[in-house]
């Protein structure tokens, strides 16, 4: 079955850098995109950065624009989210997503697949 596995969460100051790591197994994933999502507490989850596992071709949402950057790595099966610039208000979960490319874009409710979320928390 598929499996998505977050890591590389963690406590950093504002200003600090995360990567976050999602390793994907489970089928082939040519025709999916794999995304990051965040919940903050008491919050809709949000898109943050998707990326299409055909060709890398990338779509970031308002929360991810700037300041994060998503990538993949094929021979490991991986999407790496590179955070720079931390601010509090990027406290929360993170979760990794997969979905049907051609209709998943960036809504969270497309998305067929959900890893179990890693903790990111920004200190000011």
């Known amino acids: 079955q598929v499996q998505l596995v977050e890591s590389g969460g963690g406590l950093v100051q504002a200003g600090g850098s995360l990567r976050l790591a999602c390793a994907a197994s489970?089928?082939?994933?040519?025709?999916?995109?794999l995304g990051w999502f965040r919940q903050a507490p008491g919050k809709e989850r949000e898109s943050v950065a998707t990326?299409?596992?055909?060709?890398?071709?990338?779509l970031y949402g308002n929360s991810g624009q700037g300041r994060f950057t998503i990538s993949k790595d094929n021979a490991k099966n991986t999407v790496y989210l590179q955070m720079n610039s931390l601010k509090p208000e990027d406290t929360a979960d993170y979760y990794c997503?997969?979905?049907?490319?051609?209709?998943?874009?960036?809504?969270?409710?497309?998305?067929?697949?959900w890893g179990q979320g890693t903790k990111v928390t920004v200190s000011s």
């Open positions: 990326i299409r596992w055909s060709d890398g071709s990338t």
């Open positions: 997503g997969a979905g049907v490319s051609f209709w998943s874009g960036l809504d969270p409710r497309r998305y067929d697949y």
């Open positions: 489970g089928r082939s994933f040519s025709g999916y995109n």
